[in-house]
């Protein structure tokens, strides 16, 4: 019989065990559990409280700081414990995503459930949205993996915690019975959390700037302590902005300074660093407050200027210039500030309110908002969503105004009624009856109206002839897009005059699609408009493929082996006749494969794809 293995030996064998957040993390995991089964000693080995915390600090970088506290309470500081405590959350989340992803009815209330965790759940949605975001194509006797529209909806349900995030945390700031010490750096930097980035990893990315400055005013032996006395706040400052332009943050060059991305603390903390006034100063200020020196941002005429505050009261105080620094960074509060205010038509008298530095966040957000929606944003339809959510929510958030509820649920998804509006948004209007009411209402009326399409199924019938089918990609006969259907409808009163249907050989009297653009933009079709694309080429299909929100309708491509005869006309028609002529190319056929969502609501539509491509 083979001596058994000293207690120390099993504990040096269990910690070699890999510790990561991939699968091979996992199955340390469960090689340890697995030891525990075989006997007493395994037992008191694999239960070793140090075992557990590698494997905890590998997988869960994000909590809420209360529950955690909490929890470790709980369990007195036993990381075994607090290790399996939050993988019952994760089992709950992940049964909540299942159902998410596999059917439409009940959702968002599923969806609302796993909001609810906030950040508890940051790292298992982030484990689930690791794989690719993109759809894949794969041969015709396939079956399309769910894992797409899985990361779809993990990615979503990311973006709805973190936006909850930034409209409570604003919420707190603008309460004047709440007190939120230094918030402008981090209420600023919540803006990003409306494209789903943790804000930690603003946190992060300011925190190490702020570190390589006061390494850098370090090496050149500048002291830093007001009590020093050959401290000099104005040089302070100067050499902070040109340490910023060290590090490559700077006025942007003019013809990029409409730039919509000059906006987003995570793209102007690293891909876009020559940036605009405002979000310069965001920088400034973390960089200034992180060494001591009492900084905030002004909502200055034409820029945002940064006010210093002296520490001696004998001093003035004075003001920063950081887009204007390769020329002059001071601009003094006795002869530069009134002449700057003077050009602007601005008397003495009214000074004040313009110099004054902003103590709470929220003018610069909305001044922020403001020149968002005065930028052209000639970007993707992914981005521009987020985009304009921020511009409506901060509005609505500061102005209480009841005319931007319409604004802002005519971009609202039902995700976003379910999660950030209904349970941060809502709340944050107490005070405001009138528009807290009429947002209340309007999100109640999305989530109905989901609620009842959710349990629609469409049949076709003799009566009303659907020609085409969800998942078919076409051409469309009058403007110069392409599109892949993922609904379609018997009748609509919708658009139908102002798209001018009634000229059409049908009219009205015809089916109308909803589809996704190559452009990724929502459009409803006339049938009598739509060119069946039964052969695209392949670089269509992977143009196609990289939309991001096509996950949510389909599972991926499904295109046949065989080349189709030339002159064809795609090897077959679905409905009309297909002019060979109009067909970009002769080759395989193609078709996207429908999410379980689009099989509910359409369940003789994959058939009648498939026939179509074996037929």
Not at 96 to 106: E, F, K, M, P, T
Not at 150 to 161: D, H, K, N, P
Not at 396 to 421: G, K, N, S, W, Y
Not at 425 to 447: F, M, N, Y
């Amino acid at each position: 019989m083979i001596p058994p293995l000293p207690l120390d030996c099993l504990i040096c064998i269990l910690k070699q065990l890999p510790c990561s957040r991939d699968s091979d993390g996992e199955e340390s995991v469960k090689t340890i559990v697995r030891c525990s089964a075989a006997n007493a000693l395994f037992q008191e080995a694999a239960a070793l409280p140090i075992l557990w915390q590698r494997h905890y600090q590998a997988r869960y970088l994000y909590a809420n700081d209360t529950e955690e506290v909490q929890r470790k309470a709980d369990t007195g500081g036993n990381w075994r414990l607090v290790y399996f405590a939050r993988r019952r959350i994760d089992k709950q989340v992940l049964m909540h995503l299942d159902a998410i992803v596999s059917q439409r009815v009940g959702r968002y209330m599923h969806a609302k459930s796993v909001a609810q965790y906030l950040f508890d759940v940051w790292d298992v949605l982030e484990i689930e949205s690791a794989g690719s975001e993109h759809l894949r194509i794969y041969e015709n006797d396939m079956v399309p993996s769910l894992s797409a529209t899985r990361v779809y909806w993990a990615s979503a349900l990311l973006s709805s915690i973190s936006r909850m995030y930034a409209v409570e945390f604003w919420g707190r700031c603008l309460r004047s019975d709440s007190s939120v010490p230094d918030s402008y750096v981090p209420a600023f930097s919540a803006q990003s959390s409306f494209f789903g980035k943790h804000p930690d990893l603003m946190h992060t990315l300011l925190t190490d700037l702020n570190s390589r400055c006061r390494d850098h005013l370090i090496r050149l032996k500048f002291p830093l302590s007001p009590d020093d006395p050959t401290y000099d706040l104005k040089k302070l400052c100067v050499l902070i902005c040109e340490f910023m332009a060290s590090e490559g943050h700077g006025p942007v060059q003019p013809h990029n300074f409409h730039d919509i991305h000059n906006h987003f603390p995570h793209f102007y903390l690293t891909s876009h660093k020559r940036s605009i006034p405002i979000s310069l100063v965001h920088i400034f200020v973390s960089i200034a407050r992180s060494l001591k020196v009492n900084a905030l941002p002004v909502n200055f005429p034409v820029r945002v200027l940064v006010h210093i505050s002296t520490p001696k009261a004998e001093d003035d105080d004075f003001y920063v210039d950081i887009y204007g620094a390769s020329s002059k960074v001071i601009v003094s509060l006795r002869e530069d500030i009134p002449a700057l205010l003077a050009r602007q038509g601005i008397v003495p008298n009214d000074m004040m309110r313009y110099i004054s530095p902003e103590t709470n966040a929220g003018p610069m957000l909305l001044r922020s908002v403001r020149n968002v929606t005065m930028s052209p944003i000639n970007t993707s339809l992914s981005f521009f969503q987020p985009v304009v959510l921020l511009a409506y929510t901060v509005s609505l958030l500061m102005t209480r105004d009841e005319r931007v509820v319409l604004q802002l649920l005519d971009h609202a998804e039902p995700l976003d009624c379910a999660t950030f509006i209904s349970e941060s948004l809502i709340p944050c209007l107490e005070g405001a009856d009138e528009t807290q009411d009429a947002l209340s209402k309007a999100c109640l009326h999305v989530l109905d109206d989901e609620a009842l399409d959710a349990k629609v199924i469409r049949l076709r019938s003799a009566e009303n002839i659907v020609q085409y089918f969800v998942g078919m990609l076409f051409m469309h006969k009058r403007y110069p897009y392409k599109a892949v259907i993922i609904g379609w409808d018997v009748t609509t009163e919708e658009w139908i005059t102002e798209m001018r249907v009634d000229e059409l050989p049908r009219g009205r009297a015809q089916p109308f699609y909803s589809v996704v653009c190559d452009d990724s933009s929502r459009r409803y079709v006339a049938e009598d408009n739509i060119q069946p694309l039964l052969a695209p080429s392949d670089e269509f299909l992977a143009e196609m493929c990289r939309i991001i929100t096509l996950p949510k309708f389909f599972t991926g491509v499904l295109k046949t082996k065989e080349a189709l005869p030339l002159g064809s006309g795609g090897g077959g028609t679905v409905g009309d006749d297909i002019d060979a002529s109009k067909q970009p190319s002769s080759g395989a056929k193609a078709r996207f494969a429908l999410s379980p969502e689009l099989s509910a609501a359409y369940p003789e539509d994959e058939a009648i794809g498939e026939a179509l491509l074996i037929g």
